[in-house]
Structures are given as structure tokens and as C-alpha cells.
């Protein structure tokens, strides 16, 4: 009998804002196992979690592994979402859900250290990381970075 559940693993995502408001996006390596295409798609610095790392553990991880930054001052949930990504498994596949969380960095332009995982980076504002993420991310995620703009501006004000 087949199984009527789906089963999903648990990722995390960082949206790091540095002190001008824009969010750093990462270029995907296309030569690197488990990417969608051979074009290359922006995305956050993230990844799944380790067995034993708390969410907030492994998004600094990752995040330290794929940028090298390890100076976030305020990491908070920003949302979770469903990803249409599978992975492939030896058993069949599964879904991936990413825990997003919004870090602030006090720094405008901090030197990034890219992993093998990644071709260059860039600070975008929200708006233009929304466009530039829409091709990988799921729609409820693009509509919630492009409010973070908004969202700043009025804080501003």
C-alpha cells in the first residue's frame, strides 16, 4: 500500500540585512549536485539542519559556511515556507521546508567568503531581491521580501 503522507526535511534560510536595508543574495554554482538547471539562480545563504543543531545553530552554520560571516547581531523568524524543491533519495524523494529568519548585520558592506556552493554575491533592497529570487522561491516568501522594503521605509518615517 502506498503512503498517503509526504515527507519533508527541515532547512534554514537567512535573509541578512545589512545597515543600508539591503539583503545579501548568493549565485548558485550550476556545477554543484541537486541544482534545478545549468542557468544560474540567486538564493539565500542557508541549508538543512544537522543532526542535534538547534534551527538557529544550523542557520549559523550555513551561513557561516557559505559567506563566512559569523557577526549577526539580531536573528529573528521571518516565515516558513513549503518549497517546491524535492530532494532525490534512495527511497524516493522528499520536500523541503525552509525556516527563514531575518538577520541584521551592523555592517554596510562586510567582506564575504564564498563557498564552492556559490558563484558571487550581491546587497540588493527587497524589491529587486524579490525579482531576483522569484525564479527559486515561493511566492509567499517574494511577497514577504518585497514588504520588508515597505516595511522599512515606514519604520523610518
Given at each position: 500500500?502506498e503512503?498517503?503522507?509526504?515527507c519533508f526535511h ?10 543600508e536595508g ?5 549565485k ?10 545549468v542557468?544560474c539562480?540567486w538564493?539565500?545563504?542557508g541549508g ?8 538557529e545553530?544550523?542557520l549559523?552554520?550555513?551561513v557561516?559556511?557559505e ?8 536573528i529573528?523568524p521571518?516565515?516558513?515556507?513549503l518549497s517546491e524543491?524535492r530532494?532525490?533519495l534512495q ?7 525552509y525556516?527563514?529568519?531575518l538577520?541584521?548585520i551592523?555592517?554596510?558592506s562586510p567582506?564575504?567568503?564564498l563557498?564552492?556552493e ?8 527587497p524589491?529587486e531581491?524579490?525579482d531576483l529570487l ?11 521580501i518585497s514588504?520588508?522594503?515597505k516595511?522599512?521605509h515606514?519604520?523610518?518615517k
Amino acid at each position: 500500500m502506498e503512503r498517503k503522507e509526504d515527507c519533508f526535511h527541515l532547512g534554514a534560510k537567512a535573509l541578512i540585512q545589512n545597515t543600508e536595508g539591503k539583503l545579501l543574495l548568493l549565485k548558485k554554482n550550476p556545477k554543484k549536485p541537486h541544482q534545478k538547471s545549468v542557468e544560474c539562480l540567486w538564493d539565500l545563504p542557508g541549508g538543512r539542519i544537522h543532526k542535534g543543531e538547534s534551527l538557529e545553530e544550523a542557520l549559523k552554520r550555513e551561513v557561516y559556511e557559505e559567506t563566512g560571516l559569523n557577526n549577526m547581531t539580531k536573528i529573528e523568524p521571518f516565515t516558513m515556507v513549503l518549497s517546491e524543491s524535492r530532494i532525490p533519495l534512495q527511497e524516493g524523494d522528499v520536500g523541503l521546508i525552509y525556516a527563514v529568519y531575518l538577520c541584521h548585520i551592523l555592517d554596510d558592506s562586510p567582506s564575504i567568503q564564498l563557498s564552492d556552493e556559490h558563484l558571487s554575491h550581491i546587497w540588493v533592497l527587497p524589491r529587486e531581491a524579490a525579482d531576483l529570487l522569484a525564479a527559486i522561491c515561493p511566492a509567499q516568501l517574494i511577497k514577504r521580501i518585497s514588504q520588508l522594503q515597505k516595511e522599512s521605509h515606514e519604520t523610518t518615517k
